[in-house]
């Protein structure tokens, strides 16, 4: 089943007009609560955003580097919203990486916050909701370009930071996957010498 959808997923950034279900929707969301976090922490919120107005908002704060307007055509995106508190990321970061355990003791506390697992942790729902949403032919795209400020505060954030969104919809047209690399290109067994092997 997971096989099957891992198959024919692909970044939709072309939405027909059709809306998607709150059934749907609330599917899609319990999927991505029931994910795993670090510690069971859970450190997230999902913002189910279908206003056609906000959405095109946010999908103006995604053009940052590259115009993403297609975004304010999708019916529904997800924005992935991550607590920042005051927890021991650096001393963690320090331990998995000694060789820079100076770099990382000199960096402001907040700041590495802002960019450790707290927010990374993030994908693990997502990617679950992605999934979740294929189950129903509703195709989707990671936008991680955007301006995280300007959207936690379109969307009123407190104590949350904007992590990533994802945009939803059923796709006008269906396109080829993408190829991927062979497993021989992508896996080793054992020891990193041990490259290009098949399993």
């Not at 919203?81 to 100076?102: A, L």
């Not at 916050?113 to 195709?139: F, W």
């Not at 995280?148 to 994802?166: A, F, P, R």
């Amino acid at each position: 089943m997971l096989i099957d959808l891992f198959n024919k997923r692909y970044s939709c950034r072309d939405f027909s007009n059709s809306g998607i279900s709150s059934d749907i929707v609330e599917y899609i969301i319990e999927c991505g609560r029931l994910s795993a976090s670090g510690g069971n922490e859970q450190p997230w919120k999902f913002g189910i955003i279908t206003d056609t107005g906000l959405i095109k908002k946010i999908s103006e704060a995604a053009s940052l580097n590259y115009d993403q307007s297609w975004i304010a055509n999708a019916p529904l995106i997800i924005v992935l919203c991550t607590q920042i508190f005051d927890y021991t990321g650096k001393e963690v970061g320090m331990k998995r990486f000694p060789s820079y355990h100076e770099r990382i003791q000199t960096i402001d506390r907040d700041i590495f916050s802002l960019i450790d697992m707290e927010e990374h942790q993030t994908k693990i729902p997502g990617e679950h909701m992605v999934l979740a949403a294929l189950e129903h032919g509703i195709y989707s795209t990671w936008v991680s370009s955007i301006d995280c400020e300007k959207v936690g505060q379109l969307l009123g954030l407190d104590g949350y930071w904007v992590s990533n969104i994802i945009a939803f919809g059923y796709p006008k047209t269906k396109r080829e996957v993408t190829p991927k690399k062979n497993t021989e290109d992508i896996a080793f067994s054992n020891s990193f010498m041990n490259r290009g092997i098949t399993l």
